[in-house]
């Protein structure tokens, strides 16, 4: 029997409980503090990174993991945010991917992190959010961020029913994190982008990289100063990254797009959307091309094996790419009306390898 895998739902629920937010459960065995959490996510601090880098930051040395989580599939910033948000798998929050199709729609992409007007938040993502939830329990729950994100589709959709602090630079951020954090009980939600941007455009380990990380270890260590004395600080992330090294662009000196009507998803995640009645033909070609470079699914294969949780809502099933594909290794599927953009990037993540789905949960 294998041994259970945890990820950020679970995460938040344990959290949520330990402040008595009825119908949460400790599934992480994290016990009671004294009734004042915070949680600290960096974007892109894989479980990998911890573990390569973190004795060159002193940081590191005051918190101790407690256990390594997974992130569900895709390994994607709105999806992993939305889990942890909602406490829900993605096959029921249905943030699926960094962009999916808008059903009924004129064939229209919805990118999660950049929303679109016509898109209303709240029917998108229907489910309850334990910020929410702990809200109407006179729970204090607090996110701070940078002001960009506050009232963005996203934050409404994902991370609604918290109070928004915009706060921009470590120092304005430390200080909002510590004076959430006076209530009791009390939540504070805090969210950093830096290392995955640097990985993004220089990756893993390039200097840029490093600087960001630096930064990331003053973060954590200026919110553990600064909070109130018994305050538990975990720290976690979204995801990890891989450096790409392997890229196919699609229908480019191939016949990959035959049959598509649409390519979503990312270079690591694609959700691809196919002429009706083409789907077992396209897949066929789909399998015969990459063989086992890629890993490709049916909507109905990806829903049956678990790969968006056991549930999946009829939301959720409508906007699934008819074809699913997840490179192996390092590889990366480029969209060709976005070669630019998605060649230059180092850094990528969406897949299932272990550096990108293993994340940290830290404690100090």
């Known amino acids: 029997m294998s041994e259970k895998k945890f990820g950020l739902a679970d995460l938040t629920n344990s959290i949520f409980n330990s402040l008595a937010l009825p119908n949460t459960i400790d599934t992480l065995n994290l016990g009671r503090g004294e009734m004042r959490e915070c949680l600290v996510l960096i974007d892109g601090m894989g479980q990998d990174v911890v573990k ?24 994607t910033t709105a999806t992993s945010l939305s889990t942890l948000g909602t406490g829900v798998l993605p096959g029921i ?37 334990l910020f929410e939830r702990a809200a109407n329990n006179s729970i204090s729950v607090t996110h701070v961020a940078a002001k960009r994100y506050e009232g963005s589709g996203f934050t409404q959709a994902a991370l ?19 004076l959430a954090l006076k209530p009791q009980p009390a939540f504070v939600y ?19 990289w490093l600087t960001a990380l630096q930064l ?25 990254m891989v450096n790409s090294t392997q ?35 396209v897949i066929a070609q789909w ?7 890629v890993n490709v699914l049916s909507k109905a294969e990806a829903i049956t094996s678990g790969l968006f949780g056991e549930q999946v809502s009829e939301d959720a099933t409508d906007r699934i790419g008819d074809l699913i594909a997840i490179p192996n290794n ?25 550096t990108e789905v293993e994340i940290p949960l830290l404690l100090a």
């Open 287 to 293: 399998r015969e091309f990459f063989g086992t470079k």
């Open 330 to 354: 390092d590889l990366i599927l480029i969209d060709p009306a976005r070669v630019r953009e998605e060649s230059s990037m180092v850094g990528h993540h969406g897949g299932l390898t272990n």
């Open 216 to 240: 990331v270890a003053e973060f954590i260590g200026k919110v553990i100063e600064s909070v109130p004395i018994g305050t538990r600080v975990w720290v976690t992330s979204d995801h990890g």
């Open 52 to 75: 390569r880098y973190s004795d060159q930051f002193e940081v590191f040395n005051q918190v101790k993991l407690i256990k390594k989580l997974q992130t569900n599939f895709p390994s």
């Open 247 to 281: 890229q196919v662009v699609l229908g480019v000196d191939n016949k990959l797009l035959e049959n598509v009507s649409l390519i979503g998803g990312e270079p690591r995640a694609r959700h691809i959307y196919l002429t009706a009645g083409a789907e077992a033909e």
């Open 93 to 129: 929050h249905g943030m699926l991917g960094y962009t999916v199709r808008v059903p009924r729609s004129d064939n229209r992409l919805l990118n999660a992190l950049k929303w679109d007007e016509r898109v209303d938040p709240l029917m998108w993502q229907k489910t309850p959010t």
């Open 160 to 178: 609604r029913g918290a109070k928004y602090v915009g706060a921009n630079g470590i120092d304005e951020m430390v200080s909002a994190v510590a």
């Open 190 to 208: 805090t969210y950093l982008n830096n290392l995955d941007s640097a990985g993004h455009s220089d990756g893993v380990g390039s200097d840029k």
